[in-house]
């Protein structure tokens, strides 16, 4: 499959390489100057899992599309947790392949790391486990999520509407005032100083 795939995406114009292991496949990703990888989950010596995730740790922001035989809801999980920036389940449409694949390339390679850091404050989605000065914070799902969100823009200013319609459900009547609720519980547990109130505008965490 490896080979019919990079005939054609050649014919397509790419220029592809193969590997045909997980330790290749990792050294290539990281000095091969690449758009993006096309990456399986069951691969010989180490698997997709942990050639993403050991990119994202190196701070390699190369777009990662997964294509996997591991069709599961949360094995597609796992690995836009670990990092990859979609996931792809076989058997697969060769023209949706085509088009997701342009589609990471149009986005390029910001940062995108897969454990979240502001401070020394750490939250890791994979595990689900946060950490403050290197202890774990026991958060609610709610808490979590509220938290995730913010970490993914610190230092910038995030409405209530903005926070409710995101971490809440929008099929639920939620009352405006469950924002602040809330980031008086993440106040809390993870200290005062942290998120900020911006008077007429929002929250923001500090970073």
Not at 79 to 98: E, R
Not at 168 to 193: H, Q
Not at 194 to 206: K, M, N, P
Request: hydrophobic content about 40%; overall charge neutral.
């Amino acid at each position: 499959m490896a080979h019919a795939l990079q005939r054609g995406l050649q014919a397509e114009g790419f220029a592809v390489d193969v590997a045909g292991d997980g330790p290749n496949g990792l050294e290539m990703a990281r000095h091969g100057g690449y758009d993006a990888v096309i990456l399986d989950i069951m691969l010989p010596g180490l698997s997709g899992y942990r050639v993403v995730q050991t990119l994202r740790a190196e701070k390699n922001w190369v777009p990662v599309l997964m294509l996997s035989a591991k069709d599961g809801e949360y094995d597609q999980a796992d690995g836009l947790d670990c990092g990859a920036d979609d996931y792809l389940t076989k058997p697969f449409s060769y023209v949706v392949l085509v088009a997701r694949l342009r589609a990471l390339l149009r986005r390029g390679a910001p940062e995108r790391p897969s454990v979240l850091t502001v401070g020394d404050l750490s939250l890791d989605p994979a595990r689900r486990r946060v950490t403050s000065g290197g202890e774990e914070i026991v958060l609610t799902a709610r808490e979590y999520a509220l938290l995730e969100y913010l970490m993914r823009r610190p230092g910038q200013v995030v409405s209530k509407t903005e926070l409710l319609d995101h971490v809440w459900d929008a099929s639920i009547d939620t009352a405006p005032n469950a924002v602040e609720v809330y980031v008086g519980y993440l106040r809390r547990k993870l200290g005062r100083d942290l998120l900020e109130t911006v008077r007429g505008a929002g929250y923001r965490l500090r970073q």
